[in-house]
């Protein structure tokens, strides 16, 4: 039998290659073939989950949301020393220097992530922004996000700070962050779906005892972290709640 796991397509684009390692190592470390598929936007990936074909995944706050409530996955590890928070940026030659210049009509760039989007929007209410004032522009990657802004076909645009942080030196230059969350309760989270619902236990202990070892550690470095640890049930729950709060 085939495991599937994928990843929130959040992540920064130079850590495809680590992902594929990531995937290698958990094979030996489980003794099962594991298929790994990244997928080029949050739709497509969603649409996979609809299908049925992920049983692992490494999933951002709002789609851990939909697999832990709808589809019975169960949280194992998540990243003991990040937070996901988000940014709300323009380009460096931009008029605005803080949220409260953006003025309405405002036209911002996005992907479709529910949990990225809504913070968004709560950084955008001190302008006195809103969806009925401001003109939205939906793009598949966060690196189409950033490219609308430089291009001047979108004032502002959302994204997570890590996938921000991830973009090159070159395209941060010429970028400015408005805003940054500081909610420091959103979080990504692995979800094991109930093919592997028997070997969450163990699952949680290889995943949390990486950084026990070198290689282990290089490892969680490459993917932007430095240790993993136990997430329960409830600690999901928790989140979730916190998602729903900010939604409504």
């Excluded at 397509?9 to 470390?29: G, H, K």
């Excluded at 609308?148 to 502002?156: F, I, M, R």
């Amino acid at each position: 039998m085939t495991l599937n796991f994928t990843v929130s397509p959040s992540f920064p684009n130079e850590r495809i290659s680590d992902w594929y390692i990531f995937n290698t190592w958990l094979q030996r470390a489980l003794s099962a073939q594991v298929h790994l598929e990244l997928y080029d936007g949050f739709g497509a990936q969603r649409q996979a989950i609809a299908d049925g074909k992920v049983d692992l995944i490494y999933a951002n706050p709002f789609d851990a949301s939909l697999l832990v409530r709808e589809k019975g996955f169960r949280a194992v590890a998540g990243p003991d020393d990040r937070a996901d928070e988000m940014v709300v940026f323009t380009t460096d030659a931009s008029s605005a220097r803080q949220i409260a210049d953006l003025k309405p009509g405002t036209r911002l760039a996005c992907t479709d992530d529910p949990a990225v989007n809504t913070v968004g929007r709560i950084l955008l209410e001190p302008a006195g922004l809103g969806p009925d004032n401001t003109v939205t522009v939906q793009k598949e990657t966060y690196v189409q996000v950033a490219r609308d802004v430089l291009q001047g076909h979108v004032d502002v645009g959302f994204m997570p700070v890590e996938a921000f942080e991830g973009l090159s030196r070159l395209v941060r230059r010429d970028l400015r962050p408005l805003v940054t969350s500081q909610l420091h309760a959103l979080f990504h989270v692995f979800l094991v779906g109930p093919a592997l619902a028997a070997r969450s236990d163990e699952i949680t202990e290889l995943l949390t005892g990486l950084n026990d070892s070198d290689k282990g550690r290089q490892m969680l470095a490459a993917l932007g972290s430095t240790h993993w640890r136990r997430v329960s049930q409830e600690d999901a729950e928790f989140m979730i709640d916190i998602i729903s709060t900010l939604a409504q």
